[in-house]
T-cell receptor
Framework: NAGVTQTPKFRVLKTGQSMTLLCAQD?????MYWYRQDPGMGLRLIHYSVGEGTTAKGEVPDGYNVSRLKKQNFLLGLESAAPSQTSVYFC???????????FGDGTRLSIL | AQSVTQLGSHVSVSEGALVLLRCNYSSSVPPYLFWYVQYPNQGLQLLLK??????LVKGINGFEAEFKKSETSFHLTKPSAHMSDAAEYFCAVTALKGGNQFYFGTGTSLTVIP
């Protein structure tokens, strides 16, 4: 049982480059989330989805886009990477908002 | 509006001592409350959850938390710390009505001293 899988695990980008982070879950969860984790700031919600074909903004959406074309996948895109986006990114999923989230192991992204 | 505050970004305890990690929430409606643990280079794992069934909630690894509505608190405790408890702990809250987001505290790093 894989749970939530994030790819890639590590990535180094140059300023201005673009990339997509992939999150896949095999638990048939409706809700999916993207967070970033920075020292001293806990987890901050970037975007989330309440079902296939839906997306919504979280606390820190600027500079990111997302898509949920398939229920099991939630993609996070950076169109033009900036050093301020250096962070650890976590994807999570849950059956409903009231139930616990299941997290992936994270993607460490460095932008030079 | 809802939010969650964790008091103390770093807590140190001796092995065998009581662990107390503090979490206070604000919510205009009855909340669902969660504690998660994060070990180095890993994602978050659920420790326990409060969903209004009982005010004292028992979780994994000997942890428990008590929901106190009058104090708007959901503190995490463990009677005797073990070296393996060293990790980052996050409190989180969501609400039964309105909103569609899940709020995390800023985390408390627990160090266990041998």
């Amino acid at each position: 049982n894989a749970g939530v899988t994030q790819t890639p695990k590590f990535r180094v980008l140059k300023t201005g480059q673009s990339m997509t982070l992939l999150c896949a879950q095999d638990m048939n969860h409706e809700y999916m989330y993207w967070y970033r984790q920075d020292p001293g700031m806990g987890l901050r919600l970037i975007h989330y989805s309440v079902g296939e074909g839906t997306t919504a903004k979280g606390e820190v959406p600027d500079g990111y886009n997302v898509s949920r074309l398939k229920k099991q996948n939630f993609l996070l895109g950076l169109e033009s990477a900036a050093p301020s986006q250096t962070s650890v990114y976590f994807c999570a999923s849950s059956p409903t908002l009231r139930q616990p989230q299941h997290f992936g192991d994270g993607t460490r992204l460095s932008i030079l | 509006a809802q939010s969650v505050t964790q008091l103390g970004s770093h807590v140190s305890v001796s092995e065998g001592a009581l662990v107390l990690l503090r979490c206070n929430y604000s919510s205009s409606v009855p909340p669902y409350l969660f504690w998660y643990v994060q070990y180095p280079n890993q994602g978050l794992q659920l420790l326990l959850k409060y969903t209004s069934a009982a005010t004292l909630v028992k979780g994994i690894n000997g942890f428990e938390a008590e929901f106190k509505k009058s104090e708007t608190s959901f503190h995490l405790t463990k009677p005797s710390a073990h070296m393996s408890d060293a990790a980052e702990y996050f409190c989180a809250v969501t609400a039964l009505k309105g909103g569609n987001q899940f709020y995390f505290g800023t985390g408390t790093s627990l160090t266990v001293i041998p």
